[in-house]
């Protein structure tokens, strides 16, 4: 499979729970970044890496939200002491050493989070 | 945040039909792109246009850029129900960091 690969598929935790994500984006892209789509809104940037390096982060990320990227390949997404407010489908997006203003993203299929 | 308000927020259609959904956004940009999101998946590359770019085809896409107005428009002619879809407008804004930004899309349903 050549696609951008996110496990799991859906997650139900309860509040206060720690949950954590991942990410296999296309092995040739570098750069690696994560999104929220809550129900009726396009994606919200969380952050971006390139190869390894967390180059940016939006001010959505809190404390509670944690993301790696080691050695460059894979991708984690963490969010501690879940709350509801965190319900939301967590997308990650590849793109190649072009970036986005030349192939765009590739998506991955989300992972979509219910606390309850 | 959103960049990007697309217009209409939902749209239905026959078959065979054309649709047209239109994108205004706030900010200089590199380039404008085109995403389709089916239900509950993630979202596919559909087109990218250029902010030196008026026009630009795709199979039955076309898209369209004003740069003065900061607006774009989506045209899918002959519509199928397959495109069935929410679509989003992103932007990859100037002096943006290498990320895009997306609006808040248009849901299309084309019914037989």
């Known amino acids: 499979d050549t696609g951008v690969s996110q496990d799991p598929r859906h997650k139900i ?104 | 945040s959103q960049q990007g308000e697309e217009d209409p927020q939902a749209l239905s259609i026959q078959e065979g039909e054309n649709a047209t959904m239109n994108c205004s956004y706030k900010t200089s940009i590199n380039n404008l792109q085109w995403y389709r999101q089916n239900s509950g998946r993630g979202l596919v590359h559909l087109i990218l246009i250029r902010s030196n770019e008026r026009e630009k085809h795709s199979g039955r896409l076309r898209v369209t850029l004003d740069t003065s107005k900061k607006s774009s428009s989506l045209l899918i002619t002959a519509s199928r129900a397959a495109d069935t879809a929410s679509y989003f407008c992103a932007t990859d804004e100037a002096g943006g960091g290498n990320k895009l930004t997306f609006g808040t899309g248009t849901q299309l349903k084309v019914e037989l």
């Open chain 1, 13 to 116: 935790t309860k509040r206060g729970q720690n949950v954590t994500f991942r990410c296999d984006p296309i092995s040739e892209h570098n750069r690696l970044y994560w999104y929220r789509q809550t129900l009726g809104q396009g994606p919200e940037f969380l952050t971006y890496f390139q190869n390894e390096a967390q180059l940016e982060k939006s001010r959505l990320l809190s404390d509670r939200f944690s993301a790696e990227r080691p050695k460059g390949s894979f991708s984690t997404l963490e969010i501690q002491r879940t709350e509801q407010g965190d319900s939301a489908m967590y997308l990650c997006a590849s793109s190649s050493r072009g970036g986005p203003s030349v192939y765009g993203y590739t998506f991955g299929s989300g992972t979509r989070l219910t606390v309850v």
